[in-house]
């Protein structure tokens, strides 16, 4: 399955809008019109998701920006990282290598079974 069958899943489910897969290094493998992460925004996912959680963090740092919005961190466990803006939100995995909250943690399971 290519990277972007994974997206292209993601999206018919009509859970999420906009979908992408990056790389640690920023390189983008797949994703859906309209979501554009800078290197920045990926390091900052990473490190969000490498702590797993929110010890230290106070409510002012809380936030992150996505493709020019920004989102309060409302989770952080277990390497899923989720946030909301309005009425939005984002989720956002990371798999050993290489929406829905649930549908995006799904497929980081997914990717991790099979070796990625």
């Not at 983008?28 to 800078?38: P, Q």
């Not at 797993?52 to 899923?80: A, K, P």
């Not at 956002?92 to 997914?110: F, L, Y």
Request: net charge negative; aromatic share 8%.
């Amino acid at each position: 399955m290519s990277w972007n069958m994974y997206v292209t899943e993601l999206l018919h489910s009509k859970q999420a809008t906009k979908a992408a897969i990056y790389g640690l290094d920023g390189t983008r493998y797949a994703g859906s019109d309209g979501l554009n992460l800078t290197k920045e925004q990926i390091d900052e996912i990473i490190d969000w998701v490498s702590e797993n959680g929110f010890d230290g963090v106070s409510n002012e740092e809380r936030n992150i920006l996505i493709d020019n919005t920004h989102y309060i961190v409302t989770d952080c466990q277990d390497g899923v990282l989720s946030g909301v803006y309005q009425r939005s939100g984002f989720t956002a995995a990371k798999t050993n290598k290489g929406p829905n909250h649930d549908q995006v943690q799904h497929m980081a399971e997914t990717l991790k079974k099979k070796g990625y």
